[in-house]
């Protein structure tokens, strides 16, 4: 089955404990996205990458580190996570290399930040 | 700056009514407009979109009406049901820029849609 993956799906962890959100895709698409759910400011883009090896910074970068080593494979980490950081993420994934064209969700990570 | 304002922030119809959703921008060189579709605990899923070069896109019982010149587009939901109760998304995203494609999309804040039998 085509999907996007995420793991885990829920964490609860302290402030300043790094963590990773692994997310992975089976479709062999080019460009994958990490977004952040807050109620009220609908979804924003963290980072994203067009290709193997290349990544961007979207509208919140700050505090999130991304790395794009394997095309399928696209990890978000925290490296000292603080409480702001609490959100739901979403990694998304689509077959061309720009944001236009249909992005594949995943299931979202609840994480939060004590 | 918020690149794409969505309104209203939450709608109520009863079925069978057209709930309409709209999204304003600023950026002219935005030239594709994906409508998401989200519900309760899953991630967004794409619904429908457009782009610029057409004034109105339908399918199924949605349809995106886009004004270019007032940097306007809409969500109609034609005969809404029960199971349209959910969680709209407009968004925003250039294709190419000098020769590249861009990686940036731009979400509105969402329109949580309750459709009442």
């Known amino acids: 089955e085509a999907q996007v993956t995420q793991n885990p799906r829920y964490l609860i962890t302290v402030t300043g404990k790094k963590l990773t959100v692994t997310c992975s895709q089976n479709?062999?698409?080019?460009?994958m996205s990490w977004y952040r759910q807050d109620p009220g400011l609908g979804l924003r883009q963290i980072y994203y990458?067009?290709?193997?090896?290349?990544?961007d910074k979207g509208d919140v970068p700050e505090g999130y580190k991304v790395s794009r080593k394997e095309k399928r494979n696209f990890p978000l980490i925290l490296e000292s996570p603080s409480p702001n950081q609490t959100s739901l993420y979403f990694c998304?994934?689509?077959?061309?290399?720009?944001?236009?064209?249909?992005?594949?969700f995943g299931p979202g990570t609840r994480l939060t930040v004590l | 700056q918020q690149q794409v304002k969505q309104s209203p922030q939450s709608l109520i119809v009863q079925k069978g009514g057209i709930p309409i959703i709209n999204c304003a921008y600023e950026?002219?060189?935005?030239?594709?407009f994906p409508w998401y579709q989200q519900f309760p605990g899953k991630g967004p899923a794409l619904l429908i979109a457009?782009?610029?070069?057409?004034s109105e896109k339908k399918e199924g019982r949605f349809t995106i009406s886009f004004n270019k010149s007032a940097k306007q587009f809409s969500l109609h939901i034609m005969d809404s049901q029960p199971g349209d109760s959910a969680t709209y998304f407009c968004?925003?995203?250039?294709?190419?820029?000098?020769?590249?494609?861009?990686?940036?999309?731009?979400f509105g804040r969402g329109t949580q849609l309750t459709v009442w039998p």
């Open positions: 479709m062999n698409h080019e460009y």
């Open positions: 998304a994934s689509s077959l061309g290399q720009g944001a236009s064209r249909e992005q594949f």
């Open positions: 950026n002219t060189a935005f030239d594709y």
């Open positions: 990458s067009m290709n193997v090896e290349v990544t």
């Open positions: 457009i782009r610029p070069d057409v």
């Open positions: 968004a925003a995203s250039i294709i190419f820029f000098r020769g590249s494609t861009l990686g940036r999309l731009y």
